[in-house]
Nanobody, 120 residues
Framework: QVQLVESGGGLVQAGGSLRLSCAAS????????MGWYRQAPGKERELVAT???????NYADAVKGRFTISRHNAKNTVYLQMNTLKPEDTAVYYC??????????????WGKGTLVTVSS
């Protein structure tokens, strides 16, 4: 079994910052790409940022220059530093990871999500 557990969400004023964390645990052999997605009320889930095991990153245009994704491979943890937050960043943020299990299967996992609310 593999779990992804997010933390760090909350309520913040516009212009503020939050840092999200997501730790993968369980029967893990290795972790490939990790990323963050978000879903605002009434909207579809969208990509926020991804990072490969080698550290290559990709960002949605809406967050470029404001958000930074990073990871600690030894801890199987991915982070999302969110600065200059805007009300339109309000959403449930989900962690995603492609995990190679101890049985050598590559499986895509999702966390349960953490709510980020940005007040104007």
């Amino acid at each position: 079994q593999v779990q992804l557990v997010e933390s760090g969400g909350g309520l913040v004023q516009a212009g503020g910052s939050l840092r999200l964390s997501c730790a993968a645990s369980g029967s893990i052999r290795s972790v490939n790409a990790m990323g963050w997605y978000r879903q605002a009320p009434g909207k579809e889930r969208e990509l926020v940022a991804t990072i490969t095991s080698g550290g290559s990153t990709n960002y949605a245009d809406a967050v470029k220059g404001r958000f930074t994704i990073s990871r600690h491979n030894a801890k199987n943890t991915v982070y999302l530093q969110m600065n200059t937050l805007k009300p339109e960043d309000t959403a449930v943020y989900y962690c995603n990871a492609e995990i190679v299990t101890i049985s050598y299967f590559a499986v895509n996992y999702w966390g349960k999500g953490t709510l980020v609310t940005v007040s104007s």
